[in-house]
């Protein structure tokens, strides 16, 4: 029984393999179709200031369509990682929303933009470089750019990555810890890295306010270091006032806005202007 089970296994996961890999090469494949093409998107998703509700910046967020349909970044980066493709799409990225927050401070004023840096990109010996030159080509001025990091990526290589995030602090662009509390962080080395932010993981935020130990934790964390604290994921008006009421700087999630499309950004950009309800930069 057990080798006719078997028997049935084998086939039915090389059938599942078999699929697999093909949805995998046509994603590959339509990948790399998108990158020539340009045919990426960035949708913008606000962040505002827990205390007083107002406009803080913007995470930037890529979307692709693909035969029709949207694939999720959670699917394709992935894959874009493996095959290099996440070189010259992150520098698309990068170059897009730099040239959108140049944009915006131009017409209405200055917001911050953060994009997400993947670990082949901070990898790459060229990248801080790469943006050092993507902020002149547009004009932006650095503190305007936000890199998100996640925890993973960072605290795996610490003392790879090291001097790249020194010299993007150097220029003047703000690091975030993205997925903060889902990884290892060595506290050590947390203490000696050159961030400014630190994102509470969805899955905590999501725990909210029933088990808040790992929001607490992290908010006392920040505090200690000087670093900002930013809430992902914030669904509910329960999780909005604990967060608040924690000290937690900043807050992004569906309660406040799904991610908007750049001219839907750049109304709530102008109207936060307009109505003194954007954040003063202090750099
Ligand atoms: P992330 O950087 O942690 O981004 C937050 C994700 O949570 C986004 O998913 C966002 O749409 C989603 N989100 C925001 N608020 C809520 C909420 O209240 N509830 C729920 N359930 N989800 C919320 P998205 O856009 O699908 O991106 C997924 C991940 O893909 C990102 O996680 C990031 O790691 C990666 N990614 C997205 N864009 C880029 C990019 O341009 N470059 C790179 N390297 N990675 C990217
Ligand atoms: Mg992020
Ligand atoms: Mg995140
Ligand atoms: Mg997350």
Redesign the pocket.
């Known amino acids: 029984a057990a080798k006719a089970a078997g028997g049935d296994r084998f086939v039915f996961y090389t059938r599942d393999m078999t699929d697999r890999a093909e949805t995998r090469l046509r994603l590959e494949s339509g990948l790399r179709e998108a990158v020539a093409a340009r045919s990426f998107e960035?949708?913008y998703?606000p962040k505002i200031e827990a205390a007083s509700g107002r406009l803080t910046g913007f995470?930037?967020?890529?979307?692709w369509r693909h035969d029709g349909a949207a694939v999720?970044?959670?699917d394709f980066?992935p894959v874009a990682e493996d095959t290099g493709l996440?070189i010259e799409?992150?520098r698309w990225?990068l170059e897009e929303a730099c040239r959108t927050a140049t944009r915006w401070a131009l017409d209405h004023g200055p917001v911050p933009v953060a994009?997400?840096?993947?670990a082949r990109?901070l990898a790459d010996p060229g990248f801080a470089r790469l943006v050092e030159q993507v902020l002149q080509r547009h004009g932006t001025p650095a503190h305007l750019l936000e890199l998100?990091i996640?925890e993973t990526v960072i605290m795996k290589d610490v003392r790879h990555h090291l001097p790249t995030l020194n010299r993007l602090r150097a220029l003047g662009v703000r690091i975030a810890i993205?997925?903060f509390g889902t990884g290892y962080s060595s506290l050590a080395y947390l203490r000696q890295l050159p961030v400014d932010v630190l994102?509470i993981d969805?899955s905590f935020v999501n725990d909210l306010p029933h088990a808040p130990d790992i929001a607490s934790t992290v908010i006392a964390l920040a505090q200690r270091l000087l670093l900002s604290t930013v809430a992902?994921?914030?669904?509910t008006a329960e999780q909005r006032h604990w967060l608040a009421e924690a000290g937690c700087d900043c807050l992004?999630?569906?309660?406040i806005s799904?991610?908007l499309a750049a001219e839907a950004a750049e109304a709530m950009v102008m109207t936060a202007f307009a109505r003194n309800e954007a954040l003063a930069l202090t750099a």
């Open positions: 960035l949708v998703q995470e930037a967020l890529i979307r999720s970044p959670a980066i996440i799409i992150g990225v994009v997400n840096v993947s990109q998100e996640t993205d997925d994102k969805r992902e994921g914030v669904e992004q999630g569906y309660l799904r991610p």
